[in-house]
C-alpha cells in the first residue's frame, strides 16, 4: 500500500521507525506525497517527517 501526505513541501524526506525504535524506512524523499509502505508489517509505527521548515512526528496503525 502507499501513505499519502497532503501538504509535504518539495524537499521533504521521511523516516519510519517500529513501536521498539527501529529504523525501518530511512530519510527517503516524499515524491508525488506519498510513499510505498506494502512492505511493512502490522505493527504501530511512528512517521518522521522532515523538511526544511520544521519537523513532525505522527503515530500510525498499520493493519492490512
Do not use: C, M
Not at 497532503?6 to 524537499?11: G, L, V, W
Not at 519510519?16 to 524506512?25: A, D, L, R, S, T
Not at 516524499?30 to 504501530?44: A, E, F, T, V, W
Amino acid at each position: 500500500g502507499k501513505l499519502y501526505f497532503d501538504a509535504a513541501e518539495k524537499k521533504s524526506t521521511i523516516s519510519i521507525n517500529n513501536i521498539i525504535g527501529e529504523e525501518v524506512i530511512s530519510n527517503i524523499p516524499i515524491r508525488d506525497n506519498q510513499i510505498n509502505i506494502s512492505n511493512l508489517k502490522n505493527g504501530i509505527y511512528f512517521i518522521h517527517i522532515y523538511s526544511d521548515k520544521e519537523a513532525i512526528t505522527k503515530k500510525i496503525i498499520l493493519s492490512k
